[in-house]
């Protein structure tokens, strides 16, 4: 079982920052494929960033490549990410979501919601323009 609690997010203007952080607790020793999505009003949930803990690779969705950095942390207990250069479709509902995994290259083809077995309670972003 793992449980992830998220913080940050807020309102910001458009090109400036936030960053988004995911706890991670209830595992151990296991190897996670960890996500960040977004769900817009009336829009699914669509994958915005991609790492496998086991060796820190990533993968971007293109809406969001060279802006948003997905991270995490010396312990690999937290998952971050930093959006920079927002704009107003960034404005969504963003979740952390987490799967345990035995490689990255399955870690990888993991891109839609019902992938992913834990997820965080979820933070408003908010991008004016």
């Known amino acids: 079982q793992v449980q992830l609690v998220q913080s940050g997010g807020g309102s910001v203007q458009a090109g400036g920052s936030l960053r988004l952080s995911c706890a991670a607790a209830g595992y151990t020793d296991s190897i996670l494929c960890m996500a960040w999505f977004r769900q817009a009003p009336g829009k699914e949930r669509e994958e915005v960033a991609v790492?496998?803990?086991?060796?820190?690779?990533?993968y971007y969705a293109d809406s969001v490549k060279g802006r948003f950095t997905i991270s995490q942390s010396n312990a690999k207990n937290t998952l971050y990410l930093q959006m920079d250069s927002l704009k107003p479709e960034d404005t969504a509902i963003y979740y952390c979501?987490?799967?345990?995994?035995?490689?990255?290259?399955?870690?990888?083809?993991?891109?839609?919601?019902?992938?992913?077995?834990?997820w965080g309670q979820g933070t408003q972003v908010t991008v004016s323009s």
């Open positions: 979501a987490a799967n345990i995994v035995r490689s990255g290259a399955y870690c990888y083809t993991l891109r839609y919601a019902a992938d992913f077995v834990y």
């Open positions: 790492i496998y803990t086991g060796g820190g690779s990533t």
